[in-house]
């Protein structure tokens, strides 16, 4: 049999809700960086009332880790973020920029829809929220650890009645004021990814370009189904896509992926590249629990440009 992309760690999932010290139900869909040699997680976690909000984790060797005692980042209740997290934040993503704080971005809920919140931190302490870069509706938004042409350089997911829900590309001079959009990549009809996808972990660096870990979703008649591909980018023009493996390379097969919150979801906001090769993906299984795995960079790069799917 041939052996999985992503090898799952043993001892999943690695973190629950028991394992945090305040109420939640869930621990998913949680953004990953090393600082100062440790992995810090900043997990969503659903609240009995349904809506989201994060917490914090950290680890010494990024597969054991520990929750904080109180919440990361939790719905703003005054000041000009309040109207548009009324109903919760979620799916944050870290980007580690040289010489910037680290940027973070998450899904910001509300009666108007959902749109992407920026904000910062230096040390995950204390948090700084910056702006609100899109309008409605607009999720997923990941920014690449490096500029290009003096611009930031982001994907996200623009929601859509007439395509389905692709992925784009924007630029901003100053991460406020983003622009220059345009679709880099569209889900394929008959195929895993067929219903919609979205940006998924921050992009990393491979020795062919930037590799970024999207979701992709199957409609079936019991339900849809998330599961992870892979997508390389140009290194200079982050924008222009080399190659997107035709097959997954992650889907929901452990128990605690198949059922729970929303069964059927592996979903992605984080990986961490490693010197020797490796990247550590950390998904959440069915909105509920916190995976990872390793994978060798290189084979997601042969996935990519071997048997390669059209972006569009
Ligand atoms: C998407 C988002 C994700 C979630 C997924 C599966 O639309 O809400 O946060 O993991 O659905 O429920």
């Known amino acids: 049999m041939k052996t999985a992309v992503v090898n799952r760690y043993a001892k999943n999932p690695i973190l629950t809700k028991e394992q945090v010290p305040y109420k939640v139900e ?32 950290e680890s010494a060797d990024g597969f054991s880790f520990s929750a904080s005692k109180d919440p990361f980042l939790v719905p703003a209740t005054e000041g000009p973020f309040a109207e548009y997290e009324e109903f919760g934040v979620e799916d944050l993503r870290i980007c580690a920029l040289q010489g910037e704080d680290y940027l973070l971005t998450y899904s910001a809920y509300s009666r108007h829809g959902v749109r992407i919140a920026l904000a910062r931190t230096a040390d995950f302490r204390q948090v700084e929220r910056v702006a609100m870069i899109s309008q409605p509706d607009m999720r997923n938004a990941v920014i690449f650890p490096e500029k290009r042409n003096g611009r930031y350089v982001r994907l996200d997911r623009p929601h859509s009645e007439i395509s389905p829900w692709s992925i784009c590309v924007s630029y901003s001079p100053d991460l406020i004021h983003w622009g220059d959009s345009r679709v880099v990549m569209k889900p394929v009809s008959y195929h895993w990814d067929e219903m919609k996808i979205g940006p998924g972990a921050t992009p990393f660096r491979s020795d062919a370009g930037w590799l970024h870990i999207y979701h992709g979703v199957f409609e ?88 390669s799917r059209p972006p569009f």
């Open 220 to 307: 079936t008649m019991a339900g849809a189904v998330y599961r992870l591909g892979v997508a390389l980018h140009d290194f200079d023009d982050p924008g222009k896509i080399l190659g997107v493996s035709d097959d997954w390379i992650l889907q929901p097969e452990d128990p605690w992926e198949i059922t729970g919150y929303v069964s059927n979801v592996v979903f992605t906001c984080g990986a961490v590249p490693e010197e020797d090769g490796t990247v550590k993906i950390y998904w959440g299984g069915a909105d509920t629990v916190m995976c990872v795995g390793t994978a060798k960079i290189a084979d997601l790069v042969t996935m990519c440009l071997e048997r």
């Open 26 to 57: 869930t621990v998913h869909n949680a953004g990953v960086v090393k600082h100062q040699g440790k992995y810090v997680m900043l997990f969503r976690s659903h609240l009995q009332n349904g809506r989201s909000i994060i917490g914090l984790a």
